[in-house]
């Protein structure tokens, strides 16, 4: 099941997620490590499950939220072929201020 990036961009939603790694939450825990309402929270999750980020465990009375981690594998293999990209623009950076603190070498320099 592909993963709309709409999904992530959510701030609420990653910090869901972010908590979901730790280890399983109630959505009471949620709520209240988040900081918002319980139906608000009560979305973000839906919205996570749909996506199939999120699983269900049912316990007696309690609904038990775990991550599956699965489909974030897939996302990171598909971002491993552009992480070139960043990886070079990054140490072209590191080059360039190690040049302007004069800790460096310049492009004029040998």
Do not use: C, N
């Not at 959505?27 to 996506?51: C, I, Y």
């Amino acid at each position: 099941m592909p993963i709309p990036f709409d999904v992530l961009a959510e701030p609420s939603r990653r910090k869901i997620l972010d908590l979901l790694v730790e280890r399983p939450h109630l959505v009471g825990e949620l709520t209240e490590r988040l900081g918002l309402s319980q139906p608000g929270t009560s979305k973000h999750l839906r919205v996570l499950r749909d996506a199939g980020l999120v699983r269900v465990r049912q316990d007696a009375q309690r609904r038990w939220y775990e991550l599956r981690p699965e489909p974030l594998a897939e996302l990171d293999a598909w971002l491993a072929h552009y992480r070139h990209l960043w990886t070079g623009r990054l140490d072209a950076l590191e080059r360039h201020l190690d040049v302007m603190d004069g800790g460096g070498v310049g492009p004029d320099e040998p």
